[in-house]
């Protein structure tokens, strides 16, 4: 077994046990607010390109207007939903996806299947999805699809287990810069994971 998925499994059950009673009550609360089920599933493209389900707590309600569109996020996203992802606990399920294979802890976000400057992209697919990544790091407002393209290629071009291990230590701190950023006081919006 490779070094990078021994840092993955070790690192991805310690915090699912850690962080459990945290999932726990903001599922509970979720569930509650929402009166559903409060994880949210999606497809996504990983490593080599093959598709996966990514699972996430859901901060947002399904509003449509009068056409059945879908309203904007800003209009969708629940006030508990908007703390769980300025923290990023409702990324916490996907440990999940970590100790399953389909994930790392680090690298490129997994890209949604309609995004397709992201997902359709072969160099950011020949390394898992991860967690967290260098383009997190970078991100003090929203990045475009080209931006965050940018940085994931920078990320694998220097793919190490020691680069993971900074930008894994480096992750809470930029977390708790947005939360106290004056972008997500005044909007609710921060890095997003996406």
């Not at 309600?61 to 569109?69: M, R, S, T």
């Not at 996806?97 to 160099?123: E, H, K, Q």
Request: net charge positive; glycine share 6%; with cysteine.
């Amino acid at each position: 077994m490779e070094l990078k998925r021994v840092f993955d499994i070790a690192t991805a059950a310690s915090l699912a046990v850690l962080t459990a009673p945290i999932l726990a009550g903001a599922a509970l609360v979720t569930a509650c607010s929402l009166r559903e089920n409060p994880i949210y599933s999606q497809r996504r493209v990983g490593l080599d390109g093959q598709e996966f389900t990514l699972y996430k707590l859901k901060s947002m309600q399904e509003l449509f207007d009068a056409k059945g569109a879908a309203l904007p996020d800003s209009e969708r996203i629940t006030r508990i939903g908007k703390i769980l992802r300025a923290s990023k606990i409702d990324e916490l399920p996907q440990l999940y996806n970590v100790l399953a294979g389909d994930m790392s802890i680090v690298g490129p976000r997994p890209a949604p299947i309609y995004m397709s400057v992201l997902a359709g992209d072969t160099l950011r697919h020949s390394v898992r999805p991860g967690l967290t990544g260098l383009a997190q790091l970078q991100c003090q407002g929203l990045l475009s699809d080209e931006e965050i393209l940018k940085h994931d290629h920078a990320y694998v071009a220097h793919n190490s287990l020691l680069n993971d291990c900074a930008i894994a230590l480096k992750t809470p701190y930029i977390i708790m810069k947005n939360i106290n950023a004056p972008t997500f006081r005044a909007t609710g919006q921060s890095c997003n994971l996406k």
